[in-house]
């Protein structure tokens, strides 16, 4: 019963997990020359997609686990490999996203406007899923912080003057 919920969990988690990432493949193939201001902000969304999908369906793989032994094989070694730079590349492309995201802000979304047009959903979708990695990475860094003082505060009470050296 509790590896059949484990499993459950697990798959549930990997959909999450893999929803955004399908929903920016969405949302940049519609609105792909939707957006003269910056026409890069659909080719973000669409690559960094991509690359999210295919990292979470790598990670399914079983040659990303690692034996019990702790040995790696060949193939295991590559796979890490390709995960890191996956990784690499999808942080690297964050950055640039940031770059094509922000510069813009605010558009236009009347297309009447030529040039400084960027189609409502494309742009307002981009931006909040990037100002969300931001929001997620503050909440993480705030738990961690309330974590260690957590740690340090209730961590020594259990500790006599003998113990300490």
Known sequence: MFVC???FCA???KLL???LPITQL??????????PAQPYISIYL???GGFAVVLGVLSCL???QEQEDGTQTPFSSLCTAWNSLVTLFLFCWFIAGNVWIYSIYQP???P??????CAKVLYLFAFWSTTLVYILLGLLMLGGCCALFCMCVFGRSGLSDSDRV
Not at 26 to 35: A, F, P, S, V
Not at 112 to 117: A, C, D
């Open 112 to 117: 009447g406007s030529g040039k400084l047009y």
């Open 62 to 64: 079983p040659c990303t």
């Open 46 to 48: 669409l690559v960094s």
């Open 17 to 19: 997990a893999i929803a």
């Open 108 to 110: 236009s979304y009347d």
């Open 26 to 35: 969405i949302i940049g193939g519609l609105y792909l020359h939707d957006c």
């Open 11 to 13: 798959v549930i988690s």
């Open 5 to 7: 919920l484990f499993v």
